[in-house]
Structures are given as structure tokens and as C-alpha cells.
């Protein structure tokens, strides 16, 4: 059973840093691609990094570039979202994404971000 476990969110000043994780169960984080998105209340759900299988190759919005980092733990079957220099517009709820798992696509429970002062 394929399921999907976010934490690390919480509430942060501006210019803080918080560190997502992604829990998964049910099969090997490493052979599939993976993605974090968001959605913040009122707004369509976006796409924010994506990390590769192979290569471990990484993609960003352009909104949050060289302030979030994706990454794998392969030990422990978790992808990370670190999060730095966060604004008030990263504010969100976070999901994380498993692509083609057996054919399927799987989605977390998200976690809350919330960037305020």
C-alpha cells in the first residue's frame, strides 16, 4: 500500500527557514520521480520542485529558485523540501507527489506553512 507522509510545517517569521519531509510507505522513494507543490488558500494548487529518479535532477519554480532545495534520503525513503529566506506569499498548504508508482500517482495529506509576522 502505497501512502505518502508530510511534516515539518508550522509557523515561521519572514526570512525563515523550515524543513519539509516526505515519509514514504509501500515502495522505493529512489526509482520515481517526485514533486512538491502548494496551494494557497483562494489559488490553484502549484507546483513547486520536482527531483528525478535517475540522476537525482532537480527543477524549481521560479518563484522560490535559490531558496528551496529538494532532496532524497534514500536510507530513510524520504524526500525533503528545505525551505529558506521563506515570504509571505510561500504561505500554503504542501503536498508532496509520487509520479507513475505501478501506473498511479500519489498524493500526501499536505502539511500547513504559514509565513508571517
Known amino acids: 500500500q502505497v501512502q505518502l507522509v508530510e511534516s515539518g510545517g508550522g509557523l515561521v517569521q519572514p526570512g525563515g527557514s523550515l524543513r519539509l519531509s516526505c515519509a514514504a510507505s509501500?515502495?522505493?522513494?529512489?526509482?520515481?520521480?517526485m514533486t512538491w507543490h502548494r496551494q494557497a488558500p483562494g489559488k490553484e494548487r502549484e507546483l513547486v520542485a520536482t527531483i528525478t529518479s535517475a540522476g537525482g535532477i532537480t527543477n524549481y519554480a521560479d518563484s522560490v529558485k535559490g531558496r528551496f532545495t529538494i532532496s532524497r534520503d534514500n536510507a530513510k525513503n524520504v524526500v525533503n523540501l528545505q525551505m529558506n529566506v521563506l515570504k509571505p506569499e510561500d504561505t500554503g498548504m504542501y503536498y508532496c507527489?509520487?509520479?507513475?508508482?505501478?501506473?498511479?500517482?500519489?498524493w500526501g495529506q499536505g502539511t500547513q506553512v504559514t509565513v508571517s509576522s
Open positions: 509501500g515502495f522505493t522513494l529512489r526509482n520515481y520521480a
Open positions: 507527489k509520487a509520479l507513475r508508482v505501478r501506473g498511479f500517482d500519489y
